[in-house]
């Protein structure tokens, strides 16, 4: 060991060696002949003679062998074993991943033509049973018209006023709690709307200005309503995607259906 010390510390003080042979044929000797180091500090380190007079780089030597080389069997073991992730570490890494997809799964799905469609069938279902509960508390006839035209559904009260035909004149509610006016996406197109099995849409055949409604009744009563239409930007074998609402009239809610419907 003291033979090995003396080539390193030669070399840190300048002599004239090759640095790589004489690391390659000092360190497997250290590795199978382990000795005790001598620190700078040492009582024993005066007396070693390594080196030249005058060299002042003997720390130099402590940075020159690795640690490893000094360690024993049992030591490296134990540190192979210690190395790896934790098991808090890996449930902290699954927590981020999991908190990612929550926040980034639903703006992806907003995206898609099939969530739209079904926002738009959620929101109309809230406003027909919005209507469909004012005719229970105020004993009034609710009508829900749907503007084809203006791709608009709104829902209107009796007013107690009639016009000059004797019909009553239907006006929006006061002090509406929620929304009664909801759009229709772009990408809906109503091709059939059956009420009380008369499709009204032939009504308006060669016009792209449609309106049509249903009543619901002070009694909770909703009229037989079926519509018919297709989604334009959820195609199915390229055509657009078909869907069907059936309106229940005991209930006031719309069932969806894949494929159109009969009265």
């Not at 250290?30 to 720390?59: V, Y």
């Not at 009694?219 to 309106?247: A, K, W, Y």
Request: aromatic share 10%; glycine share 6%.
């Amino acid at each position: 060991m003291v033979r090995v010390l003396q080539k390193m510390n030669g070399l840190a003080c300048g002599r004239k060696q090759r640095r790589n042979s004489t690391l390659n044929k000092t360190i497997p000797t250290a590795r199978l002949t382990p000795s005790p180091i001598l620190f700078d500090g040492d009582p024993n380190w005066n007396k070693m003679k390594i080196g030249e007079k005058g060299c002042k780089n003997k720390k130099l030597l402590l940075y020159r062998i690795p640690r490893y080389i000094f360690e024993d069997k049992n030591t490296r073991d134990e540190r192979k074993k210690n190395s790896g992730f934790s098991l808090l570490e890996l449930m902290i890494v699954i927590a981020i991943i999991g908190v990612l997809g929550a926040i980034i799964m639903p703006n992806i799905r907003r995206t898609t033509p099939r969530y739209e469609r079904e926002a738009f069938i959620a929101r109309f279902n809230t406003l027909v049973q919005y209507g469909w509960q004012q005719s229970l508390v105020t004993h009034k006839i609710q009508r829900i018209t749907v503007d084809v035209g203006k791709k608009l559904i709104s829902l209107s009260t009796d007013s107690g006023e009639k016009d000059r035909a004797g019909e009553i004149i239907f006006k929006p509610i006061e002090n509406a709690v929620q929304d009664t006016e909801i759009p229709i996406p772009h990408q809906i197109q109503v091709k059939q709307f059956f009420i009380e099995g008369f499709d009204m849409m032939t009504k308006y055949a060669r016009s792209k200005i449609a309106t049509t409604w249903f009543y619901i009744v002070p009694e909770g009563m909703v009229q037989n309503v079926v519509i018919n239409g297709v989604d334009t930007q959820d195609l199915h074998d390229d055509q657009p995607r078909q869907f069907s609402l059936v309106l229940n009239p005991f209930t006031a809610l719309f069932k969806t259906y894949d494929t159109f419907q009969k009265p």
